[in-house]
């Protein structure tokens, strides 16, 4: 079993993830944490085994497909009754703007255990990286990024973090390569600015 948070549900965690996202959207990030560790506990993390199934947290048919046929051909998956990769999400979100950087991290990193091909997750985390100066793994994770995206915002992002790690080693060309590449797959006035220096 996951857990409790996993049995039968009157609502009550349905209603507190509901409860924290009106606490983000308010600007209440001490409160949205508050309410998410209340359904953290019951969340539980030793259920992947070899067994036939991973269970996950999947947002929709087309990652269900990048799952199943790049990120681990041929494997089945199972959906947890509920997004714990979402969850997980909010609480770095809400620890992130709290200036809480290292539990943000982890956070995103739980949420990426439960969607380990969540590309919105690693948006997010690489900026983390990005701000911490950790650039090895922003740009690791940033082309895994690519890798994973299947909308025209995700890629142009992802393209957006490549040229902004180029600059940062100075290699110009590339950035601006990078740059043109954010702003061709959707307008992107943070890369046009870029490409004006």
Not at 114 to 137: C, E, F, T
Request: proline fraction near 2%; charge should be positive.
């Amino acid at each position: 079993l996951f857990g409790q948070v996993l049995q039968d549900d009157n609502g009550e965690v349905r209603e507190k993830i509901k409860n924290a996202e009106k606490e983000i959207f308010d600007g209440n990030y001490a409160e949205a944490v508050r309410i998410i560790e209340t359904i953290i506990p019951n969340i539980r993390d030793d259920v992947q085994d070899e067994g036939r199934f991973d269970y996950l947290s999947l947002n929709n048919l087309f990652e269900m497909y990048i799952y199943t046929e790049i990120y681990k051909k041929g494997r089945l998956v199972k959906p947890t009754k509920f997004n714990f990769a979402y969850i997980y999400k909010l609480y770095g979100f809400s620890l992130f703007k709290l200036s809480k950087d290292d539990k943000a991290r982890e956070a995103y990193e739980k949420a990426l255990f439960w969607n380990p091909i969540g590309v919105d997750l690693m948006l997010d985390l690489s900026q983390i990286m990005y701000m911490a100066k950790q650039y090895k793994n922003f740009i690791e994770l940033s082309k895994k990024c690519l890798k994973y995206s299947y909308e025209i915002n995700q890629i142009s992002l992802c393209y957006y973090n490549l040229g902004k790690y180029y600059s940062e080693k100075e290699n110009y060309n590339l950035a601006v390569n990078m740059y043109i590449l954010s702003h061709y797959f959707k307008p992107n006035k943070a890369a046009f600015k870029k490409l004006e220096k």
